[in-house]
């Protein structure tokens, strides 16, 4: 995590968060859904495309997740951690190395950057979003769109 400490309640959260995402590395996620906010407004941006907001899309989403991912691991590097009373978020990068994929034939990897935030609900931190995307290196944003005719 970053230089400042941070609560325990916070650490552990986070810890669970990490377990539960080398669970998600192998097609489990259980432990994600677990600890995920099961309210309305929770949302999800995830590095392959499309958003969700509401606990049943999200839901749903960690589903399609597990159907993808079928043996890896997942590391973090913390970039900032800011916890307030009620809320704290943490920015990562986050790298799974994965033995098995659905349409892949060989193992891979990739590094994304991570916000995950999440809220105290009950007396319990639930995340309440994850966006999470592709790291790359720094492109000038001309070089990938397309002229609109």
Partial sequence: MSDVPVP?????????LHTAMTDVANGD?????????????ATSFYGWGGWEKGWD????????AAEQFRG???AYRNVTTVVTPTLFYT???????MRSMDGMSAPTGWSNRVTHI???ENDEWRLLHRHGNRLEDQYKPATRLQPKE
């Fill in 72 to 74: 890896g691991t997942v």
């Fill in 91 to 97: 920015t990562d990068i986050e790298t799974f190395t």
């Fill in 8 to 16: 325990a309640a916070v650490a552990a959260t986070v810890a669970r």
């Fill in 29 to 41: 996620v259980r432990a994600i859904k677990a600890l995920y906010s099961h309210t309305a407004d």
């Fill in 118 to 120: 999440f809220r105290l």
């Fill in 57 to 64: 899309d999200v839901s749903r989403r960690w589903d399609w």
